[in-house]
């Protein structure tokens, strides 16, 4: 090893090429002069071409070396909890892990990518907690049992493959955490597949972004109880902490976790496109400036809208340009990417038979946002209909009052959408989620996070049956204060041509919640003339089928159990 030592200081006088890593390799990756011994852990390569054309490894241990086995020819089961997925979220999440306290080993495909998280482990002092492997035996190996593994790699084919490689050296009674946005469904049937081997799964949405995830994000696990018995401890640290706990809770069985994610991300999409329909009236019709939009929604942050989101609108719209005069946001281009759990939000509701408007069309409007170049030559088509604009004479000062108002009643139904849809699939699935203990853990680390969050937690423990948030008592007087400035936003907008599809859904909703009767008796008489659909009365019990017009053509086909001749 010396001579190896001397050998390596040599080659770093040379003008030949070197590289440094600090990783633990697996035993096969060891030079001739160290075979027989354990691989050296978290090591110094130094490389350079000879003469020959063979190329030289000189390998030195570092300070900070991992546990070896007495066999000398594997690591020691040491690592508390594992890691596979070293991109954004995974790097961060596996040094937030040894920032707790808890050893952890990491693993990626790509192995430069677990050189770096350990290198930046080490530059920030947790090298002695986060180790890196090479091979999937070798970290295997390396944790203590049972063994618990978070995958945090892209959704489908990559997780599956994943699981594949991990169950070729785990043992019944072993754990697998499936941390990414995932298909529910999907959780379900990997369930079923490793269980039939005796491994524990569970399907754990994570939110929050990168700093959440290095930080402390609100963690949504589900899947096997048995399995959050054994991550408990980890998670309830690693999770973001707020004024009642952490902001984790076992959520429900089965793929209960990924859907209640799916969900958070979808009321993120009804978030995200009721503040920039805020935005856009202020500019477009009240003529604010950037810094006047700034300091409207740095006061909205103050008060009932107090949110993360809010927040960073604020600090958005006071970014200048580094490349030009001006401000930032005023050169993005006005399309808006999505990844899919927006969409699969929206058909869950539908399946579900839950109106979601808000969320659909937050969903449409990022679909609207796509045609760029099919809007810009419609802009040219309709140049004779309302252009919108600054409005003549309006009173600013009363225009963010009333846009303030409109914005909070839109979230309050938002969120109303997203906690029946949890509550129908908690019923359809029996997960029993607890719909308080939901709010409560989104007030810290997540991307929705925000004050209103934990009055809703309140109107759930007040009642546990709660058919909508519309009706809390609390939110119900503030739906009511609110309704005035609302309409006025819709009327406003509508009339000079400044579209409001989420606000005005959310409006349309509360309206259509909040009426005795609905146009709806027409709609099912139109489908009992086309298909003798029956339908019922107010004055009598039953159902009933009328031929509505023999000379026209109604249908006389009735299938309906129950009906009433």
């Known amino acids: 090893m010396q001579a190896l030592q001397r050998s390596a200081k040599t080659l770093q006088t040379t003008s030949q090429r070197v590289r440094e890593v600090a990783v633990v390799p697996s035993a096969p990756r060891a030079t001739a002069a160290v075979s027989g011994r354990a691989a050296a852990p978290l090591v110094q390569t130094v490389s350079a071409p ?22 000398g020819n594997a690591p020691m089961a040491v690592a508390e909890i594992g890691l596979i997925g070293l991109a954004v979220m995974g790097q961060n999440m596996a040094l937030n892990v040894a920032d707790k306290g808890f050893p952890i080993s990491v693993y990626n495909r790509s192995y430069d990518k677990t050189e770096a998280a350990v290198k930046r482990a080490q530059k920030e002092g947790l090298g002695d907690k986060l180790h890196g492997y090479e091979h999937i035996k070798d970290f295997v190996a390396s944790l203590q049992r049972p063994r618990r593994v978070i995958i945090l790699v892209k959704a489908g084919a990559p997780v599956d493959q994943t699981i594949d490689q991990l169950c070729e050296f785990m043992e019944p009674g072993d754990i697998i955490i499936d941390g990414g946005n995932e298909w529910y469904e999907n959780t379900e049937k990997r369930m079923a597949k490793v269980g039939a081997k005796g491994i524990l799964y569970m399907g754990m949405g994570v939110s929050g972004g990168e700093e959440g995830a290095r930080r402390g994000p609100s963690l949504m696990p589900g899947g096997s109880p048995e399995a959050y018995s054994h991550i408990k401890s980890v998670v309830e640290k690693v999770a973001a902490q707020v004024d009642d706990g952490p902001c984790v809770m076992y959520i429900g069985g089965g793929g209960a976790g990924n859907f209640v994610k799916m969900v958070h991300n979808g009321i993120e999409y009804g978030d995200m496109q009721l503040i920039s329909e805020a935005y856009d009236v202020l500019k477009t019709l009240g003529g604010l400036n950037n810094e006047e939009l700034a300091a409207v929604f740095k006061e909205w942050n103050d008060a009932e809208l107090k949110s993360f989101l809010v927040e960073i609108t604020s600090i958005i719209m006071n970014k200048k340009d580094d490349q030009g005069p001006g401000y930032l946001v005023d050169k993005i281009v006005d399309q808006t990417g999505s990844k899919g759990t927006g969409k699969w939000t929206v058909q869950q509701a539908a399946e579900l038979a839950v109106a979601a408007p808000t969320m659909a069309s937050a969903l449409d409007a990022r679909y609207m946002s796509a045609l760029k170049s099919e809007r ?31 914005l909070y009643a839109s979230k309050i139904c938002s969120y109303a959408q997203g906690m029946n849809i949890i509550k129908a699939k908690s019923i359809e699935k029996k997960w029993n989620v607890d719909l308080g203990g939901l709010a409560r853990i989104w007030k810290g680390g997540c991307i929705i996070r925000a004050q209103f969050l934990d009055r809703i937690r309140v109107a759930y423990e007040r009642n546990p049956e709660l058919p909508s948030l519309l009706v809390d008592p609390d939110f119900a007087k503030e739906l009511t204060a609110a309704e005035a400035s609302w309409r006025r936003v819709a009327a406003l907008s509508i009339t000079h041509g400044v579209p409001i599809p989420s ?62 001749v």
């Open 376 to 406: 810009v030559a419609a802009s040219k088509v309709f140049s004779t209909c309302v252009t919108p604009g600054p409005v003549a004479g309006v009173d600013k000062a009363q225009l963010i009052k009333d846009v303030r108002a409109a």
């Open 503 to 564: 606000m005005t859904s959310s409006l349309g909703y509360f309206d259509t919640y909040r009426r005795d009767r609905l146009p709806a008796n027409l709609v099912q008489a139109q489908r009992d003339f086309f298909g003798s659909h029956t339908y019922q009365r107010f004055d009598k019990e039953g159902w009933y089928h009328t031929v509505w017009d023999e000379t026209f053509g109604s249908a006389d086909s009735i299938t309906t159990s129950g009906y009433v």
């Open 50 to 71: 000879l003469a020959s054309g063979r190329r030289v490894e000189a390998r030195a241990a570092s300070t900070a070396p991992a546990p070896q086995s007495s066999k």
